[in-house]
């Protein structure tokens, strides 16, 4: 057997693998802590150079997940050599002092963040180089935790053209988004004109200043700002169409596809404006709260939900753009991967429906409830139940990551909720509590685990993701799912690490229900102490 097909064997569960989980955990928080930490404008906020730094800056570190992102599409086809060559580079590889020492710096440098920021006068610069010379000492030992120099160098040197495809991506990306803020006027004034006609078609007596870019009727005005001319969503389709049309590249007709990004640019342009003249009739007519509460940012994403899904039918269902549009059913793969990702966007967007109307969202609670149950009983034919028994060793991990979630939640309490529940009647203040213990414990962990671990675990895991074992390891799977598990969550890095949780259940139980049971458990010991403590802020 020759050295390349022992490396390209499986090792599921070797030391090698296991430990890039939590290196590129901490290399994946490393930049964006610091970036979140540091705030330049307490130290000076009138210097120009100093001003122009900081731009620079928080235009690198946006720009860094584009690159990222369009690295990792551009390389997925030579994944297999890649992990291979890392293999043979890291086997034996001295990783714990660098990692050790990359985890020891990035504290430092979040204590030297605080001290940084409380600095004044005028700019610190030899004391600011030193801070960005760590920064990339930080980085480079994080590197060396994964692989040696070499592997490193020879790298770059093999894939320089992706390099520069990513850094030309991620350049572009950066482009569209400032020309699309400085350009905001003429957009703006666009989104302006047409959400004033329609308000006209539902309104008798409408306000409208268009120099101030100020729309309102009935007494309630709105200013129509740069990110209410709808750049924002037209980007978000363009992104996400572009990610679509390359994961999915095989199934459609190109070029007929790229039809699609200007009918989703135009779609989302338009229902922007049909938002702001919803927002100005909800101000209106029913309450000024709910409109430039949750409703005011929440529509933006039904109205996102709805393009993009649409779109997708559309690709799948026309033969001007599928090449399967006249199969007579969809695929076996194509249904399975429906029964598990159908559930979670039900719930999603019931969740975003639900936070459109802010003030009346606890009592819409089982809207979100309902629709989970709805979707998993219609796709009740196509789940192997025996493959969600748990475990009393899944239970304990959910009740660690429960108890882990309560003590370092937030002090304050959610008083709306405490309010509302404290207006109900006996009765109906048991009904909710039991249909939130329900969607808590039974209806979110179910949909989000069919949807993170059941689907986007495998997708990663394998070229396809129905052929992929249930639990198999691998880190690019563990550590993308707990990040975008996480993502889902207000408190992100409590949700990423309990997402890694529901992870390490999957692979010690070796199926889905050691995920759902900790999940399950995890949301019961929350809800339980919340009802009994009155501490509504962990039910927000």
Not at 142 to 170: H, M, V
Not at 232 to 240: D, L, Q
């Amino acid at each position: 057997m020759t050295v390349d097909a022992e490396i390209a064997r499986p090792r599921a569960g070797t030391p090698l693998v296991r430990r890039a989980g939590p290196v590129l955990l901490l290399a994946a928080i490393e930049i964006p802590v610091l970036a979140t930490l540091f705030n330049p404008l307490s130290i000076n906020d009138d210097d120009p150079l100093w001003l122009a730094v900081r731009q620079a800056l928080r235009t690198g570190v946006r720009a860094l997940p584009c690159f990222v992102a369009a690295l990792a599409v551009v390389l997925w086809p030579r994944r297999a050599a890649l992990v291979a060559q890392w293999r043979i580079a890291a086997a034996g590889l001295r990783w714990r002092a660098p990692f050790l020492a990359s985890a020891s710096l990035f504290a430092l440098l979040c204590v030297l963040t605080v001290w940084l920021n409380a600095q004044a006068g005028p700019p610190p610069w030899g004391l600011f180089s030193f801070y960005l010379g760590a920064n990339l000492v930080m980085t480079a030992l994080a590197a060396l935790a994964i692989a040696p120099a070499s592997f490193w160098r020879d790298a770059a040197w093999r894939e320089w053209p992706g390099l520069l495809i990513a850094a030309g991506a991620s350049a572009l990306v950066a482009a569209a988004a400032w020309l699309s803020q400085s350009s905001w006027s003429a957009l703006s004034a666009a989104t302006f004109r047409v959400s004033a006609f329609l308000l006209t078609l539902i309104e008798s007596e409408v306000t409208s200043n268009p120099g101030a870019r100020i729309l309102g009727a009935d007494g309630f005005k709105v200013s129509i700002a740069a990110q209410c001319s709808g750049y924002e969503g037209v980007g978000m389709v363009t992104a996400f169409l572009g990610i679509f049309l390359w994961f999915f590249r095989r199934k459609l007709k190109f070029p007929n596809v790229f039809l699609l990004f200007p009918v989703g640019i135009a779609a989302i342009w338009f229902l922007n404006s049909v938002r702001i003249a919803a927002l100005i009739f909800i101000g209106a007519h029913v309450s000024p709260e709910i409109a430039v509460g949750g409703f005011h940012s929440e529509a933006g994403w039904l109205m996102f939900l709805i393009v993009t899904l649409s779109l997708m039918w559309a690709s799948y269902k026309t033969p001007f753009f599928s090449r399967a549009a006249n199969d007579a059913a969809p695929s076996p793969a194509a249904r399975k991967a429906a029964a598990l990702l159908a559930p979670f966007l039900a719930v999603t967007a019931a969740g975003i429906f639900i936070s459109a109307f802010s003030n009346a969202s606890p009592a819409l609670y089982g809207l979100k409830v309902t629709a989970g149950a709805l979707v998993l009983f219609a796709f009740r034919r196509d789940y192997d139940f025996a493959r969600w028994k748990g475990s009393l060793e899944s239970a304990g991990i959910g009740f660690l990551v429960g108890a882990a979630w309560i003590a370092t939640a937030p002090a304050a309490q959610d008083g709306a909720l405490g309010a509302y529940l404290g207006a109900l009647s006996p009765g109906q203040q048991t009904l909710w509590l039991a249909a939130r213990v329900v969607g808590a414990a039974a209806i979110i962990p179910i949909t989000e685990e069919l949807a993170f671990r059941g689907y986007l675990h495998r997708a990663l895991s394998a070229r396809r993701f129905d052929e992929a074992a249930e639990a198999k390891f691998a880190w690019p799977a563990f550590v993308a799912t707990s990040i975008l598990f996480g993502a889902v969550h207000e408190r992100w890095l409590a949700g990423a690490l309990s997402g890694a949780a529901f992870a390490i259940a999957l692979y010690r139980s070796g199926r889905i229900g050691g995920a759902i049971t900790a999940h399950a458990v995890a949301n019961l010991t929350i809800a339980l102490y919340a009802i009994a403590f009155g501490a509504w802020g962990l039910l927000s």
